[in-house]
């Protein structure tokens, strides 16, 4: 039986961002700022739960497509963040927050750059730079200590093995040592390219620094003119592969985030605090997670989905239900400004720019598609 996207139920794909900060960093402000929150910022998070918020990905297309399509549902891409307990003490990977961060995709790390004299930081100064290298080195170490303890379990169960199984222990105990000398020298593992050997060695660990890191830096609003020149100071000191910054006025930004959108439009003109803080984070963890969106449009819904870049069409398929990957025909796709140029699919039809691929095909940003499958 043949049947469209449109004739099947479908499930939500999020994105889960864990938010890490030293105490009064601000971490929960952004929290609050990226989820139109109102978790309590007092006591530096310590003692508590983790807090979770949905965020709606900022789209125009969707936006648009909606009104052409007349749909009855609009639907944004979504992004989970979990704000993690802190920890008075500055320790931010133990008890909860690790359990936590085994489920997200990304690590966001606030770090503070404002002045408060009533709120002290920890070191006694402020200096993002510090605080950064620091949760930096923290990550690294928690991974050399996780992989001692995973050399400790196979080096105390060698006599118990088989001969065979026992050279394939010590084999795996030489790989864990290599990479344990490499993340000393600071080598996170998202700046490695792991061998076969290597990737089989840890295989079944959790390691933090194998996760896209990015950084908030929480700036105050006498800054917010110089947010450009901090973000290239940013870029220089977060070198790497999956890794990025932005400086934001959490403040300012969960202040502006509970008004009206007229009135936070002209509230963000006069301070000339540009696009909200939201869309740059956004922004930024798609880019630093390698991530795209596509699009499916009906006079139900319009709704924005996300996939890795590179995914082909079936993977995307399964993006919206595994029974259209499993029974996946071909793809009808049209690029969104295709589409745009043309006013309807009739007429990019007529152009040509609305075309079937199959299983093979590479999705493209902007993507508008229908699945065609068997069930």
Known sequence: MLSSVQEIDQHKSLMKIGIIGLPASGKTTIFNSLTRGKADTGGFGSGRSANVGVAHVPDERVDILTKMFKSKKTIYAEVTYVD?????????FEGEAMAHLQQVDAILHVARGFEDGSVPHLEGSVDYKRDIEKVSFDILFADIALLERRIERLEKGL?????AERDEAAKNIETLKRLQGDLETGIPFRDRDLEPAETKAISDTFTLSSLPLLVALNIGEDDIANTAELEQQLAELLDGKSIGGAAICGSLEAELVGMEAEEEAEMRAGLDAGEPGLYRMIKLSYKVLGLNSFLTVGEDETRAWTVDIG???TKAAGVIHSDIERGFIRAETVAYQDFIDCGTMAEARNR???RQEGRDYVVQDGDI???LFSV
Do not use: I, M, R, Y
């Open 352 to 354: 040509g720019l609305f």
């Open 84 to 92: 993690l307990p802190g920890s008075t003490s500055g320790d931010l």
């Open 311 to 313: 995914a082909l069409a």
């Open 159 to 163: 006599p118990k093995l088989k001969v």
């Open 369 to 371: 598609l229908n699945f």
